[in-house]
């Protein structure tokens, strides 16, 4: 039986490692060192890895079964900070025009991106 996982939200099944290739355990552990560099929790950082990899084996075709989001979404690479809320673009406008729409915040519809991001970083300007 697979070991379980408390993620802090919910006990999950740890993905059992002799389905992954030598590659897809390397990939794991990169990513998951690079979310805990960012000060990510233990298991928060091994359950978005477990995630992440299992996303890109289905994409590639590896996985015996896979949800139609894993196949047909942006695959994780080439999305980048597109949802993370940093990286080099940060939020989307329409990330940023949803928090202000929140938030209650007037004249958010006729605002650009830039002017979105400085509402919903201080709102009371």
Do not use: C, F
Not at 89 to 109: F, H, P, V, W
């Amino acid at each position: 039986m697979a070991p379980r996982l408390w993620t802090g939200r919910e006990e999950v099944t740890a993905m059992p490692q002799r389905a992954w290739s030598k590659k897809r355990e390397r990939q794991y552990e990169h990513i998951k060192d690079g979310l805990l560099e960012r000060g990510t929790g233990e298991g928060t950082a091994e359950e978005i890895a477990a995630r992440t990899v299992n996303k890109e084996r289905a994409r590639a075709g590896e996985a015996k079964e896979s949800s139609r989001t894993s196949t047909k979404d942006i695959s994780s690479g080439r999305r980048g900070g597109l949802r993370s809320h940093r990286g080099p673009g940060g939020r989307t406008r329409d990330q940023l025009y949803n928090e202000a729409r929140k938030r209650n915040i007037k004249g958010r519809s006729k605002m650009s991106k830039a002017q979105l991001e400085r509402a919903v970083a201080h709102p009371d300007d």
